[in-house]
């Protein structure tokens, strides 16, 4: 596997960086933990991706190598065939990243995440921005059960 799947918002300026694969802790040194460098001509975000609407809001990484599966490294199944109809709500979904988890906190090192329901569109349409409708591909979690959610900075570049 040579292909890491991202959000085109993450990729669209960005010049290149630093792919870490393998750890939950960006500072980690174990010798299982993958770093790949890479430049913007590595990155291949959806042709029809619109940041204003966050439709297609998908990109793709391609690595110089491919990656070796380990107990920390592994792949994620994506729905296919009958799911992809599946609007999965009141099922659990989990959300994560490296972002503010507190306003006078800068990014975490530390991988945190969350877990809450999935919502119906038409109740995550409510609370999205004016101009932001979602459609049959996104997915939404609800933070009223939880009072947690993504944090600052989750879904951009560190």
Known sequence: MKVVLTAGHCLKNANGGVIIIGTNDLLSNET????HYVDSSSFK????????VAYLDVALIIL???LKFSNAIQSVKLPSGYLLDESFAGEIGTVSGYGQYCDTCGSSNLLRFTQNRVMQNKECGKSFEIGLIPSENHVCLST???NSGNCRGDSETK
């Open 144 to 146: 009223v059960e939880t």
């Open 64 to 66: 110089p190598e491919p």
């Open 32 to 35: 299982d933990v993958v770093r």
């Open 45 to 52: 975000v959806h042709p029809q991706f619109n940041i204003h």
